[in-house]
C-alpha cells in the first residue's frame, strides 16, 4: 500500500501539465481558433477569413515539491536514464544515484499538483461579412488538481513513509484535494460587431459547448488528523472525506475507457472586446462600387482591452461510484495492502470502512474550469505589439467534486506579422514560479514553450512544456489596386489605366457613362445614344455637327432654329417670332404692299411707300361752311405743303381718300418751312392751328408740367426705370431684362396715388420720320400699359411722343443716336 500511495504521488507531482498552452499566440491577431478559446469575441473582425485547425496539442510537466536538477538531462549511469522512469521502478530509481539528481522542496508551503492536457481535433473558423463569424470546435481536455497536500505529509509520501522524525507525532492536513476529469468539447462560437462609430469598436462573442464527459474521480479529506506509528501502521483519529469516480474507471488507468459516462451538458465561453481606434480614417476606403470600407486585412487599433468568462457549467456523471465518510482508523496495518485497480480499491475502502459502498449507482457532478481573464493589448508600432493577460480561476472551495485551472498573469512582448509572428510570454502564477517563454508562428506551424529554463539554466527544473498546432489559414486580401481607381486589380479590365467601377476600371474620361473606348468625344461629356460625343441643346444632333450647338434647331438647318417657321434661320432673321419674306430678312408685310411691317404706318391696309405703306389721303382745305376750297395730296414724306394759310389761326381741313382713319398727325409746310399742325377735333373736321413757332420750342412752352421733389430713393427707382429700359430691336416689346426695375417703379406710384407720370417717347433720325413718330408713341404706351397692368390707373399717365424731332445728342455719331432713342419718364403733380 505504501508503494501505491508513495508513486502516485511522484506521478502527479511529476506527470502535470500546464493549462496556460499557446500563452503568446492566443492574443495574436491571426490566433483564429485558439484565440476564441481565451476570448470568444475574437472570432470576427478577424484578420483571418477562414482559419481550419488540423491537428494540436500542448503538454507540460510542474509541481511545486520535486526539482529536476540541471545534469540530470545528461545522466546515463548504471542501470537507468531519467527518462525511463515510470511508477514500477519507481524504487529502482529511489534505489539508485538518481535520487541525488532530484531537489525536493521542504519548505511549510502546501504542495500543489496541476495538470492540463488540450487535444486540438480539427476545427473550422469562417467570416460570415462585415459583422459576423461563427467558429465549429472540437478538443479533448484533461485536468489533474491536488491542492493542499502538507508538507509532513508530501515528505512521508515521498520517502515511502519511510521518515522517522514524522513517526509517533501527530499530524494534520487541514483540507486535501485530488480531482481529475477527462472530457471533450463540441463548440459552436459565434461573434458580432456591436458598435463601429468613428474611433470606437465594440464586439462581443459567445460559444456554446456540449459537454461529454468521459472521465472523473475526486478525493477530499478536510481536518485530516493521522500519525504514522512506523512505516506501515497508520492511526487516522479525525477527518470528514469523500471519494468518488466514474463508473469506467474499472482497472488501471491503463485500462481507462474513452467512452462518456456523463449527461450531455452545455457549457459558455462568454467575450467582449473594446478598440480604440485613433487612426480609423486611415484604413477606410472605397473599392467596387462600395463606400465606407475598412480594411479587413489590417489591424486597426491602438488599444484594445477585453474581458471573458470561460467555462461555465457542470459535468453530472451517472451511475457513478460516490461516498462521504469518516476516515477514523486505529492502528491500520498498510503493509500488504493490493489496490492496484480502482475495484480493488474500493474494496478495500469498504473492508476497513463498513459504511462505504462499493456499487455504482449514484451521480456526482464536476464543475467545470471556470475562468475569468481580461486581455489589455498595445500597438506599439506597426507589427509590435504587448500584451497584459490576467487570468483569475475560480478555485470552487466549497464545492468537493471540482476541476479548476491555474491562476496568473503574464506580460507578452510580441511580433504579428501577416505569415509569421514571435511571441516572448513573461508568466506569474500562483505557484509562485516566473517564467519566460517563447512562441514562434511560421505560416501554417506554430510551435513554443511558456518556460525556456529547461533550455537556459543551470537551476533545478519544476517543470517544462511544449505546445505545437498545425493549422492552414485564409488571411483577408489585401486590398491592390495598381492605378489607384478604385477598382481591384482582381476585377479590374484596365488594370494599368484609372478608370471606374461602371467600366471594371476601364477608363471614361469625360465621366458621361459611355466607355473611352467606345467613345467618339471621350472628352466632352455626352450621350450613350451618340456613342458619348454631347448635343447641349438637346435637338438630336450632336453638337460637332450643329451650327447652333446652344439652341435647339431643326436638321434642315444643321440645328439651327427657326422660330417661325418662314424658312429663315433665328440668327439670320431681323423678325425670328414673326413669319416673314426673304427680301425683308424674315420680317413681315401683312398687307403686301412692299413695306414691311415695323415701318408700315398701315401694316393692314396697303399703300405706296411715299406715304409710309399707307393709302393716300387728300387734305381739303374747307371754309367755315365746309366748302372746300382747294386739295393737295401727300407728299413723299407724308406732309402736305401750302403756301399761304394764315399762322396762328385756326383753320379747317377734312380728309378725303381710303383709310383716313389711319392718318395720325399732320405736317402743313407752309412757304417751304415745316410747321406743326395740333390736331383738334370739331363738328367732324381736323382743325389745326398752324404755329409759326419750332415744334421743340412749342413743346417746351406747351409742356411745363410740375416736377414732384424726390427722395434719393425715390429718384433711384425712377432712375434704374429709365437707364434698364429696353426693347426689342425696331419695335415696342419690352425686353424681359426691365421687367423688375419696372416692377419696383409700379410699387412706388402705388405707395403715391396722388402722383402722376409722364411718358415721353423719343428716336433718333435713322428711317422714315413718319415712322420714327409712330415708334416714339408706340413704346411711350407700351410702359404705360405694362404699369396699369400692374394695377396703375390709366388716369394717372401723360403720354407724349416727338418722334425724331427733339434729340439730346448729336446724330452723326451712334452714341448719339443711341442717346436719342430713349423713353423719358417724370413725376408730376
Known sequence: M????????????????????????????????????????SVVDSRLKTDFNLIGMSLGLYNNYIGLKHEALDYNSNKYKWTDFTPDNYYAFKETPFQKHLDVGNGPKPKSVYLYNNLYLPSLM??????????????????????????????????????????????????????????????????????AEGEHFLKAGITAKLIAGFSATYLYIKDFEYKFTNDTVLTISHGDA???????????????SYKMSSQPTLGLDLGVVYEWRPEYMKYKYEMNGEKDLTRQDLNKYKLRIGISVLDIGRVTFKNSVSQTFAPNTTNWDIHNISANTVPQLD?????RYINFNPKADKSFTMNLPTVLAAQIDYNIWKDFYVNLTPRLAFQFKNKEAKVHEMSLVSLTPRWDHRHFGVFVPLTYDQMG??????????????????????????KAIYGADIEAMLKFSLLHPKVRDRDGDHVSDDRDRCIDVAGVWEFYGCPDRDHDH??????????????????????RDGDK???????????????????????????????????PTEFGLIQFKGCPDRDNDGVMDKLDQCPDKPGPASNNGCPEVKLILVDTAGASLRSVIQNKDGSYSFDDLPADELVRFKLEGDHVDTVFDVKVVVGGIAKKAIKDTRDGYLHFIVLKTDVSKLNQEKNQDVAIKLDTVEKAIVSKAFSNLEFATGNDVIKKESFSSLDELANLLAKKPKWRLKISGHTDNQGIPAANLKLSQKRAEAIKKYLINKGINENRFKVEFF?????????????GRQKNRRVEMVIIK
Open 242 to 256: 469523500g471519494y468518488g469516480h466514474s463508473s469506467n474507471f474499472v482497472g488501471s488507468a491503463n485500462d481507462l
Open 347 to 351: 474494496s478495500v475502502m469498504h473492508q
Open 541 to 575: 444632333i450632336i453638337d460637332k455637327q450643329d451650327a447652333c450647338p446652344d439652341v435647339f434647331g431643326l436638321p434642315q438647318y444643321n440645328g439651327c432654329p427657326d422660330t417661325d417657321g418662314d424658312g429663315i434661320i433665328d440668327k439670320e432673321d431681323d423678325c
Open 803 to 815: 418722334g425724331q424731332t427733339m434729340p439730346i445728342a448729336d446724330n452723326k455719331t451712334p452714341e
Open 433 to 458: 514560479m516566473f517564467k519566460v517563454g517563447l512562441g514562434v508562428r511560421i505560416g501554417p506551424l506554430i510551435i513554443g514553450t511558456s518556460n525556456l529554463a529547461p533550455f537556459v539554466t543551470t
Open 514 to 535: 459611355v466607355e473611352d473606348k467606345d467613345d467618339l468625344c471621350p472628352d466632352d461629356p455626352g450621350l450613350p445614344e451618340f456613342n458619348g460625343c454631347p448635343d
Open 2 to 41: 505504501k508503494k501505491i500511495l508513495s508513486a502516485c504521488c511522484l506521478v502527479l507531482l511529476w506527470l502535470s501539465a500546464s493549462s496556460q498552452d499557446f500563452l503568446g499566440y492566443s492574443n495574436s491577431n491571426y490566433s483564429g481558433i485558439v484565440g476564441t478559446d481565451l476570448q470568444p469575441a
Open 126 to 195: 469562417v467570416t460570415l461579412g462585415k459583422k459576423d463569424a461563427i467558429a465549429l470546435k472540437w478538443k479533448v481536455r484533461t485536468i489533474v488538481n491536488v491542492d493542499g497536500l502538507d508538507a509532513d505529509l508530501a515528505n512521508l509520501l515521498f520517502n515511502q513513509l519511510n521518515t522517522p522524525p514524522l513517526w509517533n507525532t501527530d499530524l494534520k492536513n487541514k483540507e486535501l484535494n485530488i480531482q481529475t476529469m477527462t472530457w471533450a468539447e463540441y463548440g459552436l462560437t459565434y461573434g458580432h460587431v456591436l458598435k
